[in-house]
């Protein structure tokens, strides 16, 4: 057990400092995790013989709502938005603890982001995250492709799933619908 622990904390996979200190809060812990290509947010209780799982978003299951899956600021909000809407779905009510992992908490980021969306659906999350409403709908990414086209290739995955970057706003504001509305 000591050999695991130690391989862990050498291998940058758990911060058990950190994690004790979130266990003693004695609350379900809100896990953010952040993928070159997703990000995945779970509700996680701690049991003793192991963490329970309450309910999982993987980025992935935007795209069943017209949304094309990256691990960006917009991604992550709606992600965030979808976790809330699943919690309430199964009746989840108490406050929550952000757990980062080993992420830095930097402002505008992607982890408050998907805090954010959270919150905006309902969750009940300690602490306060204020991420810029224009990042979050995409706004910025618009704003970049528009000022030069040369810069349209950078975001070629989404033309190929048939999504316009100069309009990701709008496509924001109909996926969100979506998920409110759904």
Known sequence: MINMIARRRRDSITNYRKRLGLLKGDKTRLVIRKTNRHVIIELVD???????VLTTV?????EKLGWVSHSNLPT????????????????????????????????NGVIF???????EGGLKV????????????????????????????LFS????KKLNVKTLP??????????NGA
Do not use: Q, T, W
């Open 76 to 107: 992550a909000y709606l992600a965030g938005v979808l976790m809330a809407k699943k919690a309430k779905e199964l009746g989840f009510s108490k406050e929550v603890l952000l757990d980062m992992g080993l992420y830095k908490p930097m402002k």
């Open 58 to 62: 993987n980025s992935k299951e935007l």
């Open 170 to 179: 709008e496509s924001f504001k109909e996926v969100k619908s979506k998920i």
């Open 157 to 160: 995955s989404y033309s190929e």
């Open 113 to 119: 982001a998907a805090a954010e969306g959270c919150i």
């Open 126 to 153: 300690i602490g306060s995250f204020k991420v810029d409403k224009d990042r979050i709908s995409g706004k910025h990414i618009a704003d970049y492709v528009k000022e030069d086209a040369s810069k349209e290739k």
């Open 46 to 52: 701690y049991k003793v013989d192991g963490d329970k």
